[in-house]
Structure formats: C-alpha cells, structure tokens
C-alpha cells in the first residue's frame, strides 16, 4: 500500500450520523448509499497546508468584493444567476448546471473544528448534497407543499422536484433569473414554478397552503440582521415545518482561529446576524417549538453553517 494513500481518513456513514445528530435510518437510501461509495478522504492540514491556507485566506478578507451595500448585492446575484439560466436553457436542469456557480473547488475544509485536507476537490459540495438529501427526507416527506427562501441556481429545487414529485415546489428570490430557472426546472417536473419574493420586505398576500413547510439553504445568510421582517411573515404563515441550513454566527467559539476567521468574514460579508437569538426569545414565548438547533461543524473555505428545524406551536397558550 502507499504509504502516502494510508494517511487519509474517510468520512463514514457513522461519522456523519454523529455530527447530523440522526440514526443511518434517517439519512435516506441515496445519501447513504453515497457515503459509502464517494470519496469522502480528508487529514488534518499540515504546518505548510494551513500556512498556504491563510496566505490564500487572508487576503480575500481586505479585497472589495467581500464588502456589497444591498443594491450591488443584488446586481452581482442577477448577473450569476443569470449565468446559470443560460446553462440551465442551454443544456437543461441537472445537478451538474443547476449547481452554484461559487462551488469552485477546494483542498480545504473545516471539520469538526480544524482545518483538513482533501484530494477531492468537490468534497464540500458533495457533503452539502449528502446533509440537503437527510434534511429533506428527515422533514419534508409530510409537508403538502415546499417554498424555499432564496432558491438561486435552482439545485434545492431540482431536487426537491425529484423527491417529492407529487408536492407543489415554489422557489422563492428576489432576482429574476431565479424565478426563470424554476421555470426551466417547472418544464421538466411541473410540481415547480418560482416568484418574485424579498425576505427583507415580505409579500404579504402570499399565503401558503395548510401543511407547507419552508426551505432555506445558505439563502438566509444573505440578510444580515434584517430578519425580523421575515420571521413575523413566517410566523404569521403557521408552517408545518421551517428547515434551514444557514450559518448561524451565535454557534462560533472566538477562541478557536478557524471560527475567528469565520466570524471576520461573516461580519465583513454583512452575513445572518441575531437570527437564532431572535428565535430563542420567540420560543421563550410559547410560540414556537425548536426541534433542532445545532453545528455538525462541517463547512468549506470561508465559514460553516448549522443546522436549524423549528415550526409554530399549535396553540399559543
């Protein structure tokens, strides 16, 4: 054996199980059975390895384009997103063009609080596919109806259509391309389509049908502390289930220096700010319940994200 190939650990169903809180039960026969034929190999980064890290890292915090008022932020959305419309026109919806266009590839990754390594270039995105796949067959199977918040390139949606081809997708964005893509995806599974919607100031004549849940993934984080317009709008549409993905700055330990980091990028990027402290004090109320609040301490380059399940109370009292 060579002993260079010896030195890498593989990421297990178990592994995955223990940061994702969930039984092998609970994970779906797909993501299962990726985990256990993917290449899944990281080790922890050597003394070379995290000092290339932080010369390529580093840099990026003091560039421009990390810094966006709200407007340039959804001119750059609109022109990458239209980007993947043409792609997706062109050559139709799949994994592959319906795949954020950010998902460039990377030695690197944040694991269970350190920085590792990875000969496969894709192991975020295939771990970010792996934890949509357990979320939505953990939750959504009961749901009547699924919006997503910030549905972008249109991956969630595509494979939400796949999953549930039986329940009304809505993809919910505020740049018109997205809501042309979910039209492509709609082409092809007509349980999809897409609307116009902004989280900082909610349409409030959309209603959702009894039973529907809401999706978001790394969507959220794009409005800073400008939820609490939101959350009331989603308060007020009694859901079945709200299932997020997002990083959550509250989880991070300042005394760790990847998690340093990623709070430095999260502030410089204007990224989700308050959003579970806003939460917590809304249950302390009796008005929500927490299913699940926690960070399986998986993510890519810049910072991770948690995982949060919560719905409304029936009653009040």
């Not at 060579?2 to 969930?22: K, Q």
């Not at 139709?92 to 950010?102: A, D, E, F, I, M």
């Not at 204007?270 to 609040?293: C, D, H, M, P, S």
């Not at 994200?305 to 009653?315: E, N, T, Y």
């Amino acid at each position: 054996m060579n002993p260079y190939e010896a030195c890498w650990e593989n990421i297990t169903p178990a592994d995955f199980c223990a940061w994702f809180r969930c039984k092998e039960s609970d994970l779906g026969a797909r993501p299962l059975a990726t985990l256990r034929k993917g290449d899944f190999r990281w080790k922890p980064a050597g003394k070379d390895e995290r000092e290339r890290y932080l010369m390529n890292y580093l840099p990026k915090l003091k560039s421009s384009w990390i810094e966006r008022d709200r407007e340039k932020n959804r001119e750059a959305w609109s022109v990458g997103w239209a980007e993947s419309l043409a792609e997706i026109r062109a050559k139709g919806p799949s994994p592959l063009t319906c795949r954020p266009k950010y998902f460039r590839g990377s030695e690197f990754l944040r694991l269970q609080g350190d920085l590792v390594v990875t000969p496969n270039l894709s192991l975020e995105n295939e771990l970010l596919n792996v934890t949509r796949e357990h979320l939505f067959f953990k939750y959504l199977a009961d749901a009547s109806a699924i919006y997503e918040l910030g549905c972008g390139s249109g991956q969630n949606l595509l494979l939400l259509a796949e999953m549930f081809p039986q329940k009304k997708v809505v993809g919910l964005d505020w740049v018109e391309p997205c809501v042309e893509i979910a039209g492509e995806i709609g082409k092809k599974y007509p349980n999809v389509s897409g609307k116009i919607f902004d989280m900082t100031e909610p349409d409030k004549n959309l209603k959702l049908p009894p039973g529907a849940a809401f999706v978001s993934i790394h969507a959220m984080e794009q409005i800073g502390d400008r939820h609490f317009r939101l959350l009331e709008w989603m308060l007020s549409q009694r859901p079945k289930w709200v299932v997020q993905h997002e990083p959550i700055l509250e989880f991070y330990d300042p005394a760790n220096w990847l998690d340093y980091l990623a709070i430095w990028y999260s502030e410089k990027r204007n990224y989700l700010n308050g959003y579970f402290t806003a939460l917590q004090k809304i249950e302390q109320q009796r008005v929500i319940k927490i299913e699940e609040a926690y960070r399986p301490r998986v993510g890519g380059v810049f910072h991770e994200a948690s995982v949060l399940v919560w719905r409304p109370k029936l009653s009040h009292a």
